[in-house]
């Protein structure tokens, strides 16, 4: 029996180029695809995958919200997350949901098979990046005094990022951001963004 495969990607040159890849891959069968998580859920019981490919960023129903409906209504289908994102809230987000696997879009056409099959024998891929992303979240200080996404800011400004940056990744506007550095500097009782990173990473926090 060919594994049947359901595709939900907004972007119709990727949903076909991935259509075609998997179609023309030994014991896979592309039963659907769609742009958007309503028409694919209406269809869902019908079409019965046995894993779905998932993009995050998606018109009206996002693609968490998607992945959490799926595992109500199917919860044998198995989703892999293919996206371009890679911020940790998303991917917590996702897995916390109920996927199985997390890729990003740069990955090569053979990885995408690989993740497939190995979803199917119990398997979770993930990009490399963000298995490590999960792996340092388990060695993070859970007690931390930051939000998450005061722990997302200190992370990216540590990566020598720009406020206009880590504003556009974030998508706030750089206001935000320096009311999140505020509160950083409160929260640790430092003056600087050296001193802000060094005592985050002695304690932890990133």
Same mark, same amino acid.
């Given at each position: 029996?060919?594994?049947?495969?359901?595709?939900?990607?907004?972007?119709?040159?990727?949903?076909?180029?991935?259509?075609?890849?998997?179609?023309?891959?030994?014991?896979?069968?592309?039963?659907?695809?769609?742009?958007?998580?309503?028409?694919?859920?209406?269809?869902?019981?019908?079409?019965?995958?046995?894993?779905?490919?998932?993009?995050?960023?998606?018109?009206?129903?996002?693609g968490v919200e998607?992945?959490?409906? #799926?595992?109500? $209504?199917?919860?044998?289908? *198995?989703?892999?997350?293919? +996206?371009?994102?890679?911020?940790?809230?998303? &991917?917590? @987000?996702?897995?916390?949901?109920?996927?199985?696997?997390?890729?990003?879009?740069?990955?090569?056409?053979?990885?995408?098979?690989?993740?497939?099959?190995?979803?199917?024998?119990?398997?979770?891929?993930?990009?490399?990046n963000i298995a490590?992303?999960?792996?340092?979240?388990?060695?993070?200080?859970?007690?931390?005094?930051?939000?998450?996404?005061? #722990?997302?800011? $200190?992370?990216?400004?540590? *990566?020598?990022?720009?406020? +206009?940056?880590?504003?556009?990744?974030?998508? &706030?506007? @750089?206001?935000?951001?320096?009311?999140?550095?505020?509160?950083?500097?409160?929260?640790?009782?430092?003056?600087?963004?050296?001193?802000?990173?060094?005592?985050?990473?002695?304690?932890?926090?990133i």
């Amino acid at each position: 029996m060919p594994i049947r495969l359901s595709l939900v990607e907004d972007d119709h040159l990727i949903r076909e180029a991935f259509t075609d890849l998997l179609n023309n891959t030994e014991d896979f069968l592309v039963v659907s695809s769609y742009s958007n998580c309503e028409e694919y859920l209406r269809n869902l019981t019908t079409d019965r995958p046995d894993v779905v490919l998932m993009d995050l960023e998606l018109p009206r129903m996002g693609g968490v919200e998607g992945i959490e409906r #799926t595992k109500k $209504l199917r919860p044998q289908t *198995q989703l892999i997350v293919v +996206t371009v994102y890679e911020n940790d809230e998303l &991917v917590f @987000k996702a897995l916390c949901a109920g996927a199985g696997g997390y890729l990003t879009k740069n990955m090569p056409p053979s990885r995408l098979i690989e993740a497939i099959r190995e979803i199917r024998q119990g398997g979770a891929p993930m990009s490399t990046n963000i298995a490590r992303m999960v792996v340092a979240s388990f060695q993070k200080n859970h007690h931390s005094p930051l939000t998450a996404r005061e #722990t997302e800011v $200190l992370e990216r400004i540590a *990566q020598g990022k720009s406020y +206009t940056t880590i504003a556009d990744e974030l998508f &706030v506007d @750089k206001e935000t951001i320096r009311t999140h550095i505020k509160n950083i500097y409160w929260k640790l009782e430092v003056h600087s963004k050296a001193e802000a990173i060094e005592k985050a990473r002695k304690e932890r926090l990133i």
